[in-house]
């Protein structure tokens, strides 16, 4: 059947550029018709579902030059109980017009469409989960209470339903068996009276927890039947269904069975349906642990501000202050605004962001950070940033889009789980024929316990939490440890990495060069900065400011210029007195016809000192050399070889010398170094590395270093302060670089555990499976009771999820620096996990 899609297109202006995005649209296979309008800028396309996707279309029109608009929808997801419940429902978004993407997250319940404007919206999408049996719930919320209400309630809810299926569940349990256990106990309620009376009370209780508490499992159940795709919620209903039937059918036609099958399972349909309601509050529970990093950051957001005017004080609401208005933050709180520092000194613990315990000395024009902590002074703050514009605030968008993606390792677990239910009704069904042919006389009711304990014990709830537990609990942990993915799968990705390559300035070096030499010869030192600081007031690399600085700091007044331009990886050109002026590279000045041979021998002694060398001509000459030196960052020594340590190979790329570059490597221990390298060219060397079979790893700035940070199969961008380059790299990590080493660590950990969940979620059910199914019963006797089925069900969610817990208790290594601060100590010997 044909379909008909319309969206949006960006960035047509003409009458062709309509033409050129319809011939493209019309050339995609299985496209029947697609008209172009440039006035509402809207594409309608009729087309084959089964030969072209959204996605093809969007790329399409992307080809030829032009946007089509997309954008996103999260929404939350109520009653998903295991993995199949998520995959329905991820497959019915995914057939939704205009979707590129769905994902359902099962330990999140959440789900994310990304899809094409116009084709779609908000209410379509709750139209479609509401159809396949879920309840559609809020999005994340800008108050980030709102979700953590929406969980405690949930939890509740759940908690109220164990404890009356519990109240309900434990008579049944003691008049269905005390009579076996005690006979004395029979006896006494055969006096009271007739033993038909006791079994229709159990009846009518067991129907009571079954149609109440359980309703959350027969509802969907049903739901699930009808969409011929049952889950794990028909799989309970299933099994306790067909014991408290059966047992019904024995209480009112006893006649109808043999006297070995006339026995009442009412006491296994309400004792599994009260466990595995206890299971799933323990989910509810981990769950609501497994977002602790999260809550714990959202804490950190301001809801009252104390704002300054006319010198007073007035504490209004967040919502109410306005940017550029000026807050006083006392000491010992949280400061609320992303903004600079008006008056005040003091000093500002940010560990929530770096996972640096040592606090930051701050004066006026420093920046601060909200969620960071006064320490000592009163700090008066102008706001630069507010609510869901503050670094806190994007840290949590991020903390929680990783969250809710998607790793490839769990692609294994999904196509399990598509024909897994399926195959335990088949087995079930299996199971109960077998037994009931060859099981002798009481064959019906051996085929009824073991189908029923079948049904209970597969429910595949531990596959769906293995992966999406674990990279809750990890990317939270990481967050606290100043390490913020981007996006889920780099988690995955940096797990498999083999080689590290790391950028030098800015990144191994703090990236605020000091000039140390200025060599002249026909000029004054004054004379060679003044020219060397004007040119370079345009830039802002590292090395130009540390020149502006040096001429500041002299007392020196930069020369006026005009017709300034940078020239990546050479350096920096202008007119100065109606002359070209050149600061730079040896590259620049070959480029300029410009001979710097009298220079050299000058320049090569301080590249010996690991000094950078940048030269200065103005006119036709040479004018001069300015050396620059960045110290190296704290832990990069640290951190060098406690990569190495891991097994990873380590190299360094630079635009700088290749004299500074041997320099640092030496100190480094690097032995893999390249100098000289323009920053389009470290992607070619990023790339070189791949094509040679290693998994790359790219650290950077994450602003000239983009296209290798794009190139790497992980993009690590350094970020200190409100300096975040968040959306430059899969990764960006705060503080220091031994927040590099934690990010390794914690994802070869994450995915260690992943591992773990999924081997546990598949060797629990091959093992279980046959044991129900009464396998072992006629060479050992060995047998699986529904009860427990439905006990070992529960504990398997919960074992996948404890395990995925056990990552909040990560923690970085401990090293001691030479001021005896306390920071990550980046032991080499530590190995993968």
């Known amino acids: 059947m044909s379909r008909e899609i319309e969206f949006a297109v960006a960035g047509m202006t003409c009458a062709s ?45 992307h080809a030829r030059g032009y946007d089509p608009v997309m954008a996103d929808i999260d929404i939350g997801v109520g009653g998903m109980t295991c993995a199949s419940c998520a995959g329905r429902v991820e497959r019915a978004l995914q057939a939704l017009p205009g979707v590129i993407e769905a994902n359902v997250n099962l330990a999140t319940e959440a789900a994310h469409v990304h899809y094409l404007v116009g084709a779609l919206d908000e209410a379509t999408v709750r139209a479609a989960i509401r159809a396949t049996g879920y309840e559609p719930l809020a999005g994340p919320a800008a108050d980030e209470d709102e979700p953590r209400e929406a969980q405690d309630e949930a939890a509740a809810r759940m908690r109220r339903d164990v404890e009356r299926a519990a109240f309900l569940t434990v008579p049944v349990v003691v008049l269905a068996m005390g009579p076996v256990f005690a006979p004395a106990f029979g006896r006494m309620l055969v006096q009271l009276a007739p033993t038909g009376v006791w079994s229709w009370l159990v009846a009518a209780l067991t129907a009571v927890v079954l149609f109440g508490p359980g309703r959350r499992f027969f ?27 059966y047992s019904l059918l024995v209480l009112v036609w006893p006649q109808g069975f043999p006297a070995t099958a006339r026995h009442l399972y009412f006491d296994s349909a309400a004792v599994i349906v009260t466990v595995i309601l206890l299971g799933k509050y323990l989910e509810e529970l981990a769950k609501g642990r497994m977002g602790a990093a999260i809550k714990r950051l959202a ?11 006319d010198g007073a004080d007035e504490e209004v609401a967040i919502a109410d202050l306005n940017v550029g208005e000026v807050v006083r933050v006392r000491p010992g709180e949280h400061v609320p605004v992303d903004g600079l520092v008006r008056t005040g000194q003091s000093y500002v613990d940010e560990s929530m962001l770096s996972g640096e315990p040592v606090p930051v000395a701050k004066r006026p024009g420093d920046r601060v950070t909200g969620g960071t902590i006064n320490q000592y002074g009163v700090l008066e703050v102008e706001a630069t940033g507010i609510g869901a514009d503050t670094v806190l605030a994007q840290i949590i968008r991020l903390v929680a889009r990783a969250q809710g993606s998607k790793l490839p390792i769990q692609g294994v677990a999904d196509q399990v789980v598509r024909v897994f239910t399926p195959l335990v009704l088949l087995a079930a069904a299996v199971t109960f024929a077998l037994w009931w042919i060859w099981g002798g006389a009481g064959g019906l009711t051996t085929a009824l316990v073991s189908a029923v304990a079948v049904l209970v014990v597969a429910c595949p709830c531990a596959m769906g939490l293995a992966t999406p537990a674990a990279v809750m609990v990890g990317t939270g942990r990481a967050a606290e440890l100043g390490v913020l993915y981007r996006r889920g799968e780099a988690l995955e990705a940096l797990s498999h990495v083999d080689t590290v390559v790391f950028d030098k300035t800015g990144t191994l070096t703090r990236g605020r060069p000091t000039v140390t030499d200025v060599v002249t010869r026909d000029v004054s030192r004054a004379q060679l900065l003044a020219l060397a600081a004007g040119v370079e007031a345009g830039s802002e690399h590292p090395l130009a400011q540390a020149i502006v600085r040096a001429a500041q700091e002299g007392g020196v007044t930069p020369v006026p210029v005009s017709g300034f331009e940078a020239r990546p990886g050479y350096g920096v050109t202008a007119e100065v007195e109606s002359r070209h002026a050149w600061i730079g590279t040896r590259r620049l000045l070959a480029e300029a016809g410009l001979a710097a041979a009298d220079w050299e021998g000058a320049a090569r002694d301080l590249e010996a000192a690991g000094k950078t060398v940048i030269f200065a001509a103005h006119g036709d000459e040479v004018r001069g050399l300015i050396a620059v030196a960045d110290a190296l960052r704290p832990q990069a020594r640290q951190a060098v070889q406690a990569l190495q340590g891991r097994g990873l190979a380590v190299v360094m790329i630079s635009g700088d010398s290749a004299a500074a570059v041997a320099r640092v490597a030496h100190v480094l221990g690097i032995t893999s170094h390249r100098a000289e390298v323009l920053p389009g060219d470290k992607a070619q060397a990023v790339r070189a590395l791949q094509d040679q079979g290693h998994k790359v790893a790219f650290i950077g700035d994450g602003l000239n270093d983009a296209p290798a940070l794009a190139q790497a199969d992980v993009g690590i961008a350094m970020a200190s302060g409100t300096d975040v380059a968040m959306e430059a790299a899969d990764v960006t990590v705060k503080g220091e670089l031994g927040a590099v080493v934690t990010a390794i660590d914690l994802s070869r950990r994450t995915l260690g555990t992943i591992r773990g969940n999924l081997f546990w979620a598949f060797f629990y059910n091959v093992l279980l499976i046959p044991l129900a199914a009464g396998v072992f019963d006629p060479a050992f006797g060995i047998r699986l009771n529904p009860m427990l089925a439905g006990l070992a069900m529960g504990f398997s969610s919960v074992f996948v999820l404890t395990n995925s817990l056990r990552l909040r208790r990560f923690r970085a290594p401990l090293w001691h620096d030479d001021s005896g601060n306390e920071a990550p100590r980046l032991t080499p010997a530590a190995r993968r996990p």
């Open 219 to 245: 509802r969907p159940g049903w739901i699930a039947y009808r969409h011929l795709s049952p889950d794990m919620n028909s799989l309970i209903m299933t099994g306790t269904g067909a014991a408290f039937a």
């Open 17 to 61: 550029c309509v033409t050129r995005v319809e011939r493209a649209l019309k050339a995609l296979p299985g496209v029947e018709s697609a008209i172009v309008n440039l006035a509402t800028e809207r594409a309608t396309v009729i087309y084959d579902p089964s030969t072209t996707t959204p996605a093809a279309l969007a790329e399409a029109v």
């Open 299 to 309: 804490g950190l957001q301001a809801k009252t501000v104390r704002r300054v005017r």
